[in-house]
């Protein structure tokens, strides 16, 4: 895998990264201070931008400040303008970019903010688009999942789940079935929920097997309403079918050396997806469970990962270490040229 850009953020350890859609030259970063584990947080706005010899300037050109930790970080695809975050503090918040006054950093406040849970929010997501366009989950280490709805006076819990057994790390809703809904926990289990009865405490409809290892992260497929994956705390990535549950499609032993922390589908390539772990690394997969590239940018815990809305081989993935790095990675039978027009 190949460095395009780097970028530092200031004293602060990155949790989170993704790009805002369909835009590949602004990104929103999150980062901690004291590793998220007390104090404060920054989410940057990051701009990235290159010439016509691919000579690129990644730098910061917003900032906002927040009184607890922030732990995830998600752009709504509907309006451009909001990013939902999941807090240490047990608040989820509703951002506006750019902000309605230009005002200092350290004096903006996010347009909403609701805090339900009764500890920290570890996974955040709005409903993909197309469906209930400002519904979203959050969910906690208090073992519940929320699902809200954001409207014109603000946010209103319309459920609360009691998900798990354990700390749940994961939330992540189907692209294409609405009102289906996947967690993974600390109790080492997965998870679906229905949320279509979204006025009930629905139980799940599906609880697997326990592992031997917490389950930290999870995505769906953007192609294929039924394959997703999971990423484990012991270093596994399970390949799943939804239709069948009893065993993996395909289990990748020992995919990372510790644990994995993020875990992205492809929006471009139906058969790839990307992993960033303790182990500092990121790592390119297929289907088949077969590494397609990697990458050590990292000299701490790489965090947070997203790839390019509109260039295939490209991803930016964030760590501990402060770095955001923008890459270039190989896919057989795809080359730079047809991927940068």
């Given at each position: 895998m190949r460095q395009l850009s780097l970028l530092y953020t200031a004293n602060q350890q990155c949790y989170g990264v993704q790009y805002a859609p369909n835009n590949n030259s602004i990104l929103a970063c999150i980062s901690c201070d004291k590793f998220g584990i007390s104090g404060s947080a920054s989410m940057y706005i990051i701009q990235h931008s290159e010439n016509s010899v691919l000579e690129s300037k990644f730098q910061i050109i917003d900032s906002f400040r927040f009184g607890a930790t922030l732990f995830d970080i998600d752009w709504s695809s509907i309006d451009h303008h909001l990013i939902l975050t999941g807090n240490g503090d047990g608040s989820i918040a509703i951002w506006k970019w750019p902000?309605?006054?230009?005002?200092?950093?350290?004096?903006?406040?996010?347009?909403?903010v609701s805090k339900e849970h009764k500890k920290e929010v570890y996974s955040v997501q709005w409903e993909p688009s197309g469906m209930r366009s400002y519904h979203l989950l959050?969910?906690?280490?208090?073992?519940?999942?929320?699902?809200?709805?954001?409207?014109?006076?603000?946010l209103t819990c319309l459920v609360s789940l009691d998900a798990h057994?354990?700390?749940?790390?994961?939330?992540?809703?189907?692209?294409?079935?609405?009102?289906l809904l996947l967690s993974g926990s600390a109790d080492k289990t997965f998870r679906f929920w229905d949320v279509n009865k979204i006025n009930t405490r629905s139980p799940p409809i599906f609880v697997s097997k326990p592992n031997s290892?917490?389950?930290?992260c999870a995505d769906w497929s953007a192609f294929d309403q039924n394959i997703f994956t999971l990423g484990y705390a012991s270093g596994l990535i399970e390949i799943r079918d939804y239709r069948n549950m009893k065993e993996p499609v395909h289990s990748i032993q020992m995919?990372?050396?510790y644990a994995i922390k993020k875990i992205k589908f492809s929006p471009h390539i139906p058969d790839l997806f990307a992993s960033v772990s303790y182990d500092m690394t990121t790592k390119?997969?297929?289907?088949?469970?077969?590494?397609?590239?990697?990458s050590k940018n990292h000299s701490e815990f790489a965090y947070g990962i997203d790839f390019d809305p509109l260039i295939p081989n490209r991803l930016v993935d964030c760590g501990?270490?402060?770095?955001?790095?923008i890459s270039e990675f190989q896919v057989p039978g795809l080359s730079s040229r047809n991927v940068l027009i």
């Open positions: 902000p309605v006054n230009n005002i200092n950093p350290y004096d903006r406040k996010p347009i909403y959050s969910a906690s280490w208090d073992k519940t999942i929320k699902i809200w709805n954001l409207n014109n006076t603000g057994d354990g700390m749940v790390y994961s939330g992540a809703w189907n692209p294409k079935m609405t009102g290892s917490d389950i930290l995919a990372h050396d390119i997969w297929n289907l088949k469970g077969q590494l397609i590239d990697e501990w270490d402060r770095k955001v790095v």
